[in-house]
């Protein structure tokens, strides 16, 4: 424990040089700047902004990239607020509670709410990530092969099958990111496998290509053919800033959406999604004003806002402990890890400590200049938002073409970039999440390879495989996982009654419902 | 791949004000896909030499096999699910209108931008291809300000160019403007 202390106390020590903090606060600008562009989530603001990593030392991308996290994060919560269009799920209560402050002349409480509940909820999630991540680690380093081999199917199977609507979409999206997985040699015989005998694919398609490809250039086509004629209105805004009465009735709701957000974030299968909801059903029942509640409740914006906040700093626990990105963010986050040749993995704590360290203090450092810079900003970032869509989007696909040229410079990769941009407009076009796919191409080959080396250790017995304790238990859990949906059909319930409790399920239709009529009367 | 995309165009595509459960027959492009993708994948594997049984019990083939038969099982299971209505829900964002029809012809216009660039980036230099991407994709998407168009484009290419070569320390293609930049 005390050790841990003692890394942290270096981790601050090295992110805190005048040169580092200038890398900190680039990255929370950038991040939150390319995060509040319409269009733009969390997870292509990572992608987008990868190559400027390309030649500076790790340390100091990393530092970077927390900027960039907790900014794209931010910054999408300010589109939600001012546009009233969620960028992704877990954004949708804070667009609907959010832009109906806005309308009602409250886009700077909602605004603040949103920014302090952020800070506050990346706070605590970044200090219980410090205190479970490197416990996690050194839990797992003591586990074999098999063991890891089992978290790893774990993960594939919950990402693919628990998250989104449809398990099979989900599993066509995985079985294609496992296919492009195979792309290059094999790590064991040497041999090249679907290379299509071009050398420059022989050590598999560069990841920042496919990341680039899918999030950037899949999203930037599907947007063109269904492009808004006329972009939603932007509700103007001055400085954020909060009476004592906002504060009364936000703090409480910050802490609870905290509490929901960050355990779910950390298990494999958690998102952000449910967290948010179940935070905004508590806020409402617990809200001594329930009847504000869908015209614009402070609480409805400060919950859901910090337990969205506290599931991405949730999702760095099972990253950087064991290497298993569990949401898109992360996934792209962990590209970067394997361009720096780092092997993400549960030796990182061991092998990596300063580095970790320092990327820990670092999401500390870009948490605090976010609150400090983007209040006061808030106003220009509005601006952004009155960008020109075709300007925007042209942006979008010429920023992508850049970043997956600049890393190697050859045309191939652009060839690459086109095809596996094809590919996430088909993704998009026929409602097959992206996320199964990211994570299949990269826990494939690992996955691959530990099976291998398993089997090689255990001498080539299948039974190896469920020699350990762990790895039985995590097989358990995940047929469970599989099963259970089968039984509760069996049961004649649906999944979604137990997943949601029933006041929840009809407020969301409610909201759903006045969103859509929102929507419907814009476009006229 | 240019040419299969442009199927859906053919295809009305429902949006959310139509619940009924028609069936939406462009998905049997994805079966398509995967079809090639894991037949592509079983034809490149079978023709990996093996006998490295002793020190690889596994060996390189059993991967690529499983994920290929798993793509094969996903076509045929989701060919069974089209007819019985099965759908994807199409994605939804900030600037997508979900009432207006597929826009085809604009996506058609930038995959062939984005082949142009593809072709031109070499020999043209990424200041002179970039500036021409952004200024003719900005057009496709309806900016008709043609000359405001290529100067910010201009801009962009150049500033990226210089901000890749001496602050990244990355040299992008200069082109036929080698020596001059």
């Known amino acids: 424990m005390l050790d841990n202390l003692g890394w942290l106390i270096q981790g601050f020590e090295q992110a805190a040089t005048p040169m580092n903090l ?84 409250r886009a700077a409480q909602a605004l603040a709410t949103a920014a302090i509940g952020s800070f506050v909820a990346g706070t605590i999630g970044t200090l219980l990530l410090a205190l479970f991540a490197p416990a996690i680690s050194r839990f797992a380093v003591t586990l074999g092969a098999p063991s890891y081999l089992a978290i790893m199917l774990f993960a594939l199977v919950a990402v693919t099958a628990v998250l989104g609507s449809s398990k099979l979409r989900g599993g066509i999206s995985l079985f294609l990111g496992l296919a492009i997985g195979l792309v290059g040699i094999d790590s064991l015989t040497g041999q090249a496998r679907a290379t299509f005998g071009l050398p420059q694919l022989s050590d598999g398609i560069d990841i920042v290509v496919i990341a680039v490809a899918i999030f950037a250039l899949g999203e930037a086509l599907w947007v063109a053919a269904h492009l808004r004629q006329k972009p939603a209105e932007v509700i103007p805004v001055g400085r954020p800033w909060m009476g004592k009465s906002d504060w009364q009735r936000s703090w409480k709701p910050w802490l609870r959406g905290t509490a929901y957000g960050f355990p779910f974030g950390a298990l494999p299968a958690g998102g952000a999604e449910l967290p948010t909801f179940l935070s905004y059903i508590t806020e409402k029942k617990l809200s001594k004003h329930p009847e504000e509640f869908g015209k614009g409740a402070i609480e409805g914006v400060a919950g859901p806002e910090a337990a969205n906040n506290a599931s991405a700093a949730g999702t760095l626990v099972p990253m950087l402990s064991l290497g298993l990105p569990t949401n898109a963010t992360a996934a792209v986050m962990l590209t970067a890890f394997v361009s720096y040749g780092i092997q993400p993995g549960p030796t990182l704590f061991d092998k990596e400590p300063l580095l970790i360290w320092t990327l820990i203090a670092s999401l500390f450092i870009g948490n605090f200049l976010l609150l400090v810079l983007n209040l006061p900003l808030a106003p220009l970032w509005a601006k952004l938002l ?58 494939g080959p690992r996955i691959e390879r530990q099976l291998r080396q398993s089997l090689q250790l255990g001498g080539g017995e299948w039974g190896s495989l469920f020699t350990e304790p762990v790895a039985i238990g995590v097989y358990v859990c995940m047929a469970l996982l599989l099963l259970a949906p089968l039984v509760l059909k069996l049961m004649h319930r649906s999944e979604e009654t137990l997943l949601l409790v029933e006041d929840d399920k009809d407020q969301r239709e409610k909201a759903t419902g006045v969103h859509e009529k929102r929507l419907r009367e814009e476009s006229k | 791949m240019t040419g299969p995309i442009e199927k859906p165009a053919e295809q009305p595509v429902t949006t959310q004000e139509q619940p009924e459960p028609t069936v939406d ?14 037949a592509f994948i079983i034809y490149d594997a079978l023709n990996l030499p093996a006998g490295f049984a002793k020190v690889d019990p596994v060996g390189p083939r059993l991967f690529p096999m499983i994920i290929g038969i798993g793509l094969l099982v996903m076509a045929a299971i989701l060919a069974i699910a089209i007819p019985r209505g099965s759908r994807g829900e199409a994605d939804a964002g900030e600037d997508i209108d979900p009432d207006r029809p597929s826009d085809w012809r604009t996506v058609g216009l930038l995959v062939a931008i984005f082949v142009a660039t593809i072709l031109l980036v070499m020999p043209l230099g990424w200041a002179i291809t970039g500036a021409l991407m952004f200024a003719a994709c900005a057009t496709v998407l309806g ?39």
Do not use: W
């Not at chain 1, 042209?394 to 970039?417: C, E, S």
């Not at chain 1, 409602?431 to 826990?443: C, E, S």
């Open chain 1, 22 to 105: 200038l890398y900190a606060c680039i990255g929370v600008l950038l991040g939150t700047a390319v995060g509040v562009l319409p269009g733009i989530g969390p997870a292509m603001t990572v992608a987008l902004l990868l190559p400027i990593t390309y030649n500076v030392s790790p340390s100091a991308a990393f530092i970077m990239f927390a900027g960039i996290f907790y900014g794209g994060m931010y910054g999408g919560s300010t589109t939600s607020i001012l546009l009233n269009t969620p960028g992704e799920s877990s954004s949708v209560i804070t667009a609907i509670e959010g832009n109906k402050m806005a309308k009602a002349g």
């Open chain 1, 386 to 443: 009155r960008t020109p869509r075709p300007y925007l989007y042209a942006g979008i696909l010429f920023f992508a073409t850049l970043g997956a040229f600049a890393v190697n410079i050859q045309p191939l990769d652009l060839v690459l970039l086109l095809v596996f941009g094809l590919l996430g407009l088909m993704m998009r076009r026929f409602g097959l999440p992206v996320l199964p796919l990211i994570i299949g191409v990269i826990l």
């Open chain 2, 25 to 38: 027959r462009a998905q049997y492009l994805v079966c398509a896909v995967l079809v090639l993708v894991g």
């Open chain 2, 143 to 181: 900016s008709k300000h043609y000359v405001r168009n290529i100067v910010i484009g201009a801009v962009l290419s150049t500033a990226s160019f210089y901000a890749f070569y001496s602050g990244l320390g990355i040299p992008l293609p200069a082109g036929i403007l080698d020596g001059i930049l």
